[in-house]
């Protein structure tokens, strides 16, 4: 069974910083991309980083792009997702996932087949 379990959320002020884990097992990483999605109340779900194991590439919705890295660690099976310069638009819900395979899919939730339970970011003073 693929797990994925999300930690690092909570409350900060605008313009701060915040670090969310993603820890996976059950499945070997280098096989997959995996995506950070969020979703806010009453919005869609939308795509936020994803990162590919081969090639090791990146991509970023262009509300975060230059704000938020994501980054992969191998040897403890962890994906990051770090966030800076956040803004109370950044305020939801946040999801790992992984993808049906070693492919981003321009962030479509629906290729996406095994997520964690999301941790809540609030971005607010």
């Known amino acids: 069974q693929s797990q994925l379990v999300e930690s690092g959320g909570g409350l900060v002020q605008p313009g701060g910083s915040l670090t969310l884990s993603c820890a996976t097992s059950g499945f070997i990483m280098d096989n997959y991309a995996i995506a950070w999605f969020r979703q806010a109340p009453g919005k869609e779900r939308e795509g936020v980083s994803c990162?590919?194991?081969?090639?090791?590439?990146?991509s970023y919705a262009a509300s975060v792009k230059g704000r938020f890295t994501i980054s992969r660690d191998r040897a403890k099976n962890t994906v990051y997702l770090q966030m800076t310069s956040l803004k109370p638009e950044d305020t939801a819900i946040y999801y790992c996932?992984?993808?049906?395979?070693?492919?981003?899919?321009?962030?479509?939730?629906?290729?996406?087949?095994?997520w964690g339970q999301g941790t809540q970011v609030t971005v607010g003073s």
């Open positions: 990162v590919r194991a081969i090639p090791d590439s990146t």
């Open positions: 996932a992984r993808a049906k395979r070693n492919q981003c899919y321009q962030m479509a939730p629906e290729n996406y087949v095994a």
